[in-house]
């Protein structure tokens, strides 16, 4: 083999951080449509019912143009990947404000944890900063200019 035919594959080959972050949201899409059905904290409000199916729908439908967007390396995806991220931390921290544990169990119908309550979203929100954080740093992989994916 010639150099340049190792250095046309070197190339073509996908970053580790590009695959790892699709299958992350990948993992999210999955997530999100398998909560369909269930009660969902928005803005701190609990919906239930058509309303709650309806932000299901449309949350998996963004997270499933991210994942696309993350594997064709679109740079539109990167600026709405850190939006989305923002977003969510913001979300969680306004359902961790305003939603009361007893308004939770109302809704489900068992106890929760009040600690266990706030660690959970506290965790969320960190791990969704440095998820941003991350995608930040790796800006230089979305190279793909096109507004359109397909």
Request: hydrophobic letters at 50%; glycine letters at 8%.
């Amino acid at each position: 083999m010639e150099d340049s035919d190792i250095h046309d594959e070197h190339e073509l080959r996908r970053p580790l951080a590009m695959t790892l972050l699709g299958g992350l949201y990948l993992f999210f899409f999955l997530l999100t449509v398998s909560a369909y059905g269930q009660p969902i904290p928005f803005i701190g409000t609990i919906y239930q019912g058509t309303t709650a199916g309806v932000l299901v729908f449309f949350d998996s439908l963004l997270c499933f143009y991210l994942f696309l967007g993350v594997m064709k390396n679109q740079r539109l995806t990167w600026y709405l990947l850190l939006g989305y991220n923002a977003f969510e931390a913001v979300n969680t921290a306004v359902n961790m404000l305003v939603i009361t544990t007893a308004d939770l169990e109302k809704v489900i119908g068992e106890k929760v944890d009040p600690a266990g309550l706030i660690a959970s979203n506290m965790g969320v929100i960190v791990a969704l900063l440095l998820l941003s954080v991350f995608i930040f740093r790796h800006r230089n992989y979305f190279i793909n200019r096109s507004r359109y994916l397909f």
